[in-house]
């Protein structure tokens, strides 16, 4: 069978463009991120509290690590998200072509700008 398997009106793409999949790149990344960082939370939280016995102050500082590491790096990984998104759309407006050198470009440019500001 070769019948296309959506309809699709006519002169429509079937694969999503650069716009489209921004927004699952950019969910993707801060709730990649959200979890990296509470992992990283409750391992340093619990690293810090190591020598305090199990107490519900305890529990407050491992959970208070935790979501503070968690939207720590949901915000970092969001922002590169939506920089690389940006960059990607804009040059692909701007050059007319939708290729490799377009993803290129973007991340070259969002990691420019990210290394710009001093970070490590």
């Known amino acids: 069978q070769d019948t296309d398997e959506f309809i699709l009106p006519t002169g429509a793409n079937k694969t999503r463009g650069r716009f489209e999949l ?5 969910g993707g990344c801060c709730m990649t991120g959200a979890a990296f960082g509470a992992l990283n939370g ?4 619990l690293k810090e ?3 305090m016995a199990w107490s519900k102050p305890r529990n407050v500082q491992i959970l208070n690590m935790v979501t503070r590491q ?3 790096w949901a915000n970092t ?10 960059f990607g759309v804009i040059i692909e407006k701007s050059r007319g072509a939708e290729d490799d050198l377009n993803t290129i470009a973007a ?10 500001t001093g970070r490590v």
């Open 49 to 51: 509290t190591q020598n």
């Open 22 to 26: 921004a927004f699952f790149t950019i």
């Open 70 to 72: 968690g939207a720590l």
């Open 77 to 86: 990984l969001g922002s590169l998200a939506l920089l690389y998104s940006a």
């Open 107 to 116: 991340g070259t440019l969002t990691g420019m700008l990210y290394k710009s």
């Open 42 to 45: 409750l391992r340093l939280g």
